[in-house]
Protein backbone atom coordinates (compact mmCIF):
# COMPACT_ATOMS: atom_id res chain seq x y z
CA UNK A 1 0.00 0.00 0.00
CA UNK A 2 1.18 3.47 -1.14
CA UNK A 3 0.90 6.33 1.26
CA UNK A 4 0.05 10.19 0.77
CA UNK A 5 1.07 12.22 4.14
CA UNK A 6 2.21 16.06 5.07
CA UNK A 7 5.08 16.36 7.58
CA UNK A 8 5.01 19.92 8.76
CA UNK A 9 8.00 21.19 11.21
CA UNK A 10 7.28 24.42 13.08
CA UNK A 11 10.50 26.58 14.40
CA UNK A 12 9.90 28.95 17.38
CA UNK A 13 13.39 30.63 18.42
CA UNK A 14 13.00 34.25 20.01
CA UNK A 15 11.40 36.39 17.78
CA UNK A 16 11.39 34.58 14.54
CA UNK A 17 8.89 31.68 14.06
CA UNK A 18 9.10 29.73 11.02
CA UNK A 19 7.38 27.22 9.24
CA UNK A 20 9.14 24.16 7.04
CA UNK A 21 6.34 22.47 4.48
CA UNK A 22 7.53 18.26 3.50
CA UNK A 23 4.81 17.39 1.68
CA UNK A 24 4.44 13.42 0.57
CA UNK A 25 2.17 12.39 -2.66
CA UNK A 26 2.59 8.61 -2.86
CA UNK A 27 6.43 8.08 -1.68
CA UNK A 28 7.89 10.36 1.33
CA UNK A 29 9.15 13.46 0.05
CA UNK A 30 10.47 16.23 2.26
CA UNK A 31 12.00 19.47 1.91
CA UNK A 32 13.82 21.30 4.56
CA UNK A 33 15.54 24.57 4.76
CA UNK A 34 18.14 25.48 7.38
CA UNK A 35 17.28 28.46 9.84
CA UNK A 36 19.14 30.39 12.44
CA UNK A 37 19.32 30.20 16.27
CA UNK A 38 21.75 30.96 18.30
CA UNK A 39 23.61 29.27 21.90
CA UNK A 40 20.98 29.61 24.32
CA UNK A 41 17.85 29.03 22.27
CA UNK A 42 15.14 26.78 22.96
CA UNK A 43 12.90 26.68 20.09
CA UNK A 44 9.71 24.13 19.64
CA UNK A 45 9.39 21.54 16.78
CA UNK A 46 5.97 20.30 15.79
CA UNK A 47 5.22 17.39 13.32
CA UNK A 48 2.31 15.91 11.66
CA UNK A 49 1.08 13.51 10.15
CA UNK A 50 -2.29 12.18 8.13
CA UNK A 51 -1.88 8.81 9.68
CA UNK A 52 -1.80 8.43 13.65
CA UNK A 53 1.63 8.12 14.89
CA UNK A 54 2.69 5.90 17.71
CA UNK A 55 5.43 8.38 18.93
CA UNK A 56 8.48 11.02 17.66
CA UNK A 57 11.84 11.20 18.50
CA UNK A 58 14.33 13.76 17.16
CA UNK A 59 18.37 13.38 17.67
CA UNK A 60 21.16 15.56 16.91
CA UNK A 61 22.73 18.59 19.18
CA UNK A 62 24.02 15.98 21.49
CA UNK A 63 20.88 14.91 22.76
CA UNK A 64 17.39 12.86 21.90
CA UNK A 65 14.03 15.31 22.07
CA UNK A 66 11.06 12.98 22.71
CA UNK A 67 7.85 15.00 21.75
CA UNK A 68 4.84 14.28 23.25
CA UNK A 69 1.29 13.98 21.01
CA UNK A 70 -1.52 16.09 20.83
CA UNK A 71 -5.04 14.33 21.33
CA UNK A 72 -5.38 13.68 17.83
CA UNK A 73 -2.09 11.41 17.64
CA UNK A 74 -1.13 12.81 14.08
CA UNK A 75 0.20 16.06 15.76
CA UNK A 76 3.82 16.12 18.36
CA UNK A 77 5.72 18.60 19.84
CA UNK A 78 9.09 18.88 20.79
CA UNK A 79 11.10 21.09 22.64
CA UNK A 80 14.93 21.40 21.31
CA UNK A 81 17.57 23.58 23.57
CA UNK A 82 20.82 24.68 21.95
CA UNK A 83 23.12 24.56 25.11
CA UNK A 84 24.98 28.12 25.67
CA UNK A 85 28.54 26.99 24.98
CA UNK A 86 27.67 24.97 21.59
CA UNK A 87 29.59 26.46 18.70
CA UNK A 88 28.52 28.14 16.00
CA UNK A 89 27.79 26.10 12.75
CA UNK A 90 25.99 23.85 10.93
CA UNK A 91 23.93 20.48 12.47
CA UNK A 92 21.53 18.27 11.15
CA UNK A 93 18.10 16.87 13.27
CA UNK A 94 17.20 13.39 12.37
CA UNK A 95 13.30 13.20 13.29
CA UNK A 96 11.72 9.81 13.40
CA UNK A 97 8.08 9.02 13.34
CA UNK A 98 7.20 5.83 14.78
CA UNK A 99 3.99 4.19 13.11
CA UNK A 100 2.61 0.36 14.48
CA UNK A 101 3.14 -2.45 12.23
CA UNK A 102 4.95 -0.31 9.67
CA UNK A 103 8.63 1.21 8.45
CA UNK A 104 9.24 4.36 10.70
CA UNK A 105 9.43 7.65 8.76
CA UNK A 106 12.42 9.40 9.27
CA UNK A 107 13.65 13.02 7.79
CA UNK A 108 15.99 15.16 8.56
CA UNK A 109 16.23 18.97 9.58
CA UNK A 110 19.60 21.33 8.48
CA UNK A 111 19.89 24.11 11.42
CA UNK A 112 22.48 26.57 11.19
CA UNK A 113 23.82 27.81 14.63
CA UNK A 114 24.86 31.65 14.30
CA UNK A 115 27.34 33.15 17.01
CA UNK A 116 26.00 35.45 19.57
CA UNK A 117 28.30 37.57 21.28
CA UNK A 118 28.01 37.57 25.26
CA UNK A 119 29.21 40.29 27.61
CA UNK A 120 32.42 39.47 29.91
CA UNK A 121 33.63 41.10 33.32
CA UNK A 122 36.84 41.47 34.22
CA UNK A 123 37.69 41.24 38.42
CA UNK A 124 40.22 41.39 41.08
CA UNK A 125 39.06 40.20 44.09
CA UNK A 126 40.36 38.49 47.25
CA UNK A 127 41.54 34.91 46.76
CA UNK A 128 38.84 33.55 49.39
CA UNK A 129 35.93 35.24 46.88
CA UNK A 130 37.27 33.27 44.12
CA UNK A 131 38.30 30.02 45.22
CA UNK A 132 36.11 28.03 47.56
CA UNK A 133 37.97 26.69 50.69
CA UNK A 134 39.68 23.06 50.46
CA UNK A 135 36.95 21.89 53.19
CA UNK A 136 34.49 22.36 50.93
CA UNK A 137 36.03 20.24 47.89
CA UNK A 138 34.33 16.93 48.39
CA UNK A 139 30.81 18.74 49.34
CA UNK A 140 31.38 20.34 45.64
CA UNK A 141 31.77 17.46 43.91
CA UNK A 142 29.28 15.55 45.32
CA UNK A 143 26.93 18.28 44.47
CA UNK A 144 27.81 18.43 41.37
CA UNK A 145 27.39 15.10 40.40
CA UNK A 146 23.80 14.82 42.04
CA UNK A 147 23.27 17.62 39.57
CA UNK A 148 24.47 15.92 36.78
CA UNK A 149 22.34 12.53 38.09
CA UNK A 150 19.15 15.01 37.98
CA UNK A 151 19.62 16.14 34.71
CA UNK A 152 20.30 13.38 32.94
CA UNK A 153 16.87 11.77 33.56
CA UNK A 154 14.16 12.10 31.35
CA UNK A 155 10.49 11.36 32.67
CA UNK A 156 7.47 11.08 31.01
CA UNK A 157 4.98 13.79 32.94
CA UNK A 158 4.88 16.74 31.37
CA UNK A 159 4.51 20.75 31.75
CA UNK A 160 1.15 22.26 30.69
CA UNK A 161 0.80 25.26 28.73
CA UNK A 162 3.00 27.95 28.72
CA UNK A 163 5.72 29.12 30.73
CA UNK A 164 5.59 31.51 32.89
CA UNK A 165 8.40 34.40 34.36
CA UNK A 166 9.08 32.90 38.54
CA UNK A 167 8.49 36.48 40.21
CA UNK A 168 7.77 39.75 39.08
CA UNK A 169 10.01 42.25 36.61
CA UNK A 170 12.00 41.46 34.50
CA UNK A 171 15.38 39.65 34.34
CA UNK A 172 18.97 41.19 34.08
CA UNK A 173 19.95 40.12 30.82
CA UNK A 174 23.05 38.24 32.05
CA UNK A 175 22.60 34.48 30.55
CA UNK A 176 26.13 33.48 29.35
CA UNK A 177 27.99 36.45 30.58
CA UNK A 178 31.75 35.32 31.35
CA UNK A 179 33.50 36.12 34.73
CA UNK A 180 37.23 35.99 34.68
CA UNK A 181 38.17 36.68 38.07
CA UNK A 182 42.16 37.42 38.78
CA UNK A 183 42.69 36.18 35.50
CA UNK A 184 40.63 32.75 35.81
CA UNK A 185 37.77 32.11 33.21
CA UNK A 186 34.69 30.53 34.61
CA UNK A 187 32.28 29.00 33.14
CA UNK A 188 29.18 31.13 31.69
CA UNK A 189 26.48 32.31 33.67
CA UNK A 190 23.98 29.57 33.10
CA UNK A 191 20.18 31.55 34.12
CA UNK A 192 19.25 34.53 34.65
CA UNK A 193 18.96 36.90 38.05
CA UNK A 194 15.75 38.75 39.05
CA UNK A 195 16.85 41.60 41.21
CA UNK A 196 13.61 40.72 43.32
CA UNK A 197 13.64 41.72 47.23
CA UNK A 198 14.43 39.63 49.51
CA UNK A 199 11.55 37.50 50.70
CA UNK A 200 9.36 37.67 47.36
CA UNK A 201 7.59 34.75 46.81
CA UNK A 202 8.79 32.48 44.01
CA UNK A 203 5.99 30.64 41.80
CA UNK A 204 6.66 27.84 40.01
CA UNK A 205 7.21 28.85 35.60
CA UNK A 206 5.01 25.88 35.08
CA UNK A 207 3.44 22.18 36.53
CA UNK A 208 6.28 19.39 37.53
CA UNK A 209 7.83 17.67 40.48
CA UNK A 210 10.08 18.17 42.80
CA UNK A 211 13.64 16.44 42.77
CA UNK A 212 15.90 18.93 45.21
CA UNK A 213 14.95 21.16 47.99
CA UNK A 214 17.83 22.04 50.07
CA UNK A 215 20.96 24.01 50.86
CA UNK A 216 24.16 23.83 48.42
CA UNK A 217 27.27 24.91 49.10
CA UNK A 218 27.43 27.80 45.95
CA UNK A 219 23.48 28.15 45.07
CA UNK A 220 22.34 28.47 48.69
CA UNK A 221 18.92 27.10 49.21
CA UNK A 222 18.14 25.52 46.05
CA UNK A 223 14.85 24.20 44.29
CA UNK A 224 14.51 22.08 41.25
CA UNK A 225 11.66 21.26 39.24
CA UNK A 226 11.57 18.82 37.05
CA UNK A 227 9.01 19.77 34.35
CA UNK A 228 9.12 16.16 32.46
CA UNK A 229 10.68 15.07 29.29
CA UNK A 230 14.14 16.00 30.16
CA UNK A 231 13.42 19.56 31.11
CA UNK A 232 13.95 21.24 34.28
CA UNK A 233 14.22 24.59 36.27
CA UNK A 234 16.58 25.56 39.09
CA UNK A 235 15.75 28.36 41.62
CA UNK A 236 18.40 29.07 43.51
CA UNK A 237 19.68 31.69 47.11
CA UNK A 238 16.28 31.43 48.44
CA UNK A 239 15.84 32.52 51.82
CA UNK A 240 13.27 30.15 52.38
CA UNK A 241 12.02 26.38 50.82
CA UNK A 242 8.06 25.73 50.97
CA UNK A 243 8.49 22.40 49.00
CA UNK A 244 9.91 19.23 49.21
CA UNK A 245 11.43 16.55 47.23
CA UNK A 246 8.23 14.16 45.86
CA UNK A 247 5.49 17.11 45.40
CA UNK A 248 3.63 17.66 42.73
CA UNK A 249 3.14 21.31 42.16
CA UNK A 250 1.12 23.05 39.84
CA UNK A 251 1.90 26.50 37.27
CA UNK A 252 2.14 29.26 40.06
CA UNK A 253 2.58 27.04 42.81
CA UNK A 254 5.06 28.64 45.74
CA UNK A 255 8.44 27.00 45.69
CA UNK A 256 10.46 29.47 48.47
CA UNK A 257 11.30 32.99 48.67
CA UNK A 258 13.58 35.53 47.27
CA UNK A 259 17.24 35.25 49.77
CA UNK A 260 20.89 35.60 49.45
CA UNK A 261 21.88 31.94 50.62
CA UNK A 262 24.82 30.46 48.97
CA UNK A 263 27.75 32.31 47.28
CA UNK A 264 26.02 35.92 46.85
CA UNK A 265 26.55 39.39 47.28
CA UNK A 266 22.50 40.07 47.66
CA UNK A 267 19.23 39.07 47.57
CA UNK A 268 18.03 38.03 44.18
CA UNK A 269 16.41 34.82 42.70
CA UNK A 270 18.72 33.21 39.98
CA UNK A 271 16.60 31.16 37.36
CA UNK A 272 17.95 28.07 35.37
CA UNK A 273 16.91 25.42 33.32
CA UNK A 274 18.55 22.64 31.82
CA UNK A 275 16.76 20.92 28.27
CA UNK A 276 18.31 17.29 27.95
CA UNK A 277 20.91 18.72 29.77
CA UNK A 278 21.49 21.59 27.17
CA UNK A 279 21.59 25.17 29.34
CA UNK A 280 19.67 27.31 27.52
CA UNK A 281 18.21 31.04 28.26
CA UNK A 282 14.93 30.70 30.57
CA UNK A 283 13.59 33.81 28.50
CA UNK A 284 13.89 32.07 25.63
CA UNK A 285 12.04 28.80 26.76
CA UNK A 286 9.17 31.81 28.27
CA UNK A 287 9.81 33.35 24.64
CA UNK A 288 9.24 29.67 22.30
CA UNK A 289 6.17 29.27 23.69
CA UNK A 290 4.93 33.01 23.41
CA UNK A 291 5.60 32.43 19.80
CA UNK A 292 3.94 28.86 19.02
CA UNK A 293 0.70 30.78 21.21
CA UNK A 294 0.79 33.80 18.41
CA UNK A 295 1.05 31.27 15.60
CA UNK A 296 -2.05 29.23 16.44
CA UNK A 297 -3.81 32.60 16.84
CA UNK A 298 -2.75 33.50 13.31
CA UNK A 299 -4.38 30.64 11.64
CA UNK A 300 -7.14 31.34 9.17
Known amino acids: MRWSWLLSVLLVVPGITITIAARAEDDLTISSAA ?39 RT ?16 VLI ?87 NGQPRSPHAGVDFMSPEGTPVRAPNAGQIVLAENLFFTGNTVIVDHGLGLYSLFAHLSRIDVQPGQAVESRATLGLVGATGRVTGPHLHWAVRLNEARVDPLSLVAAFEGAAATEREKP
Open 95 to 181: VKAIRDGRPALTATHALHVAPKRFSTRRLRVASRYAIPPESQFARIRQESERLGAIFQSVTPHRWSGPFLMPVGGYPASNFGARSIF
Open 76 to 91: WRGLVGIDVERQPGDY
Open 35 to 73: HVAQPGSVFLMIVTCRDSLDGVVASGLGQEVVFYADPDG
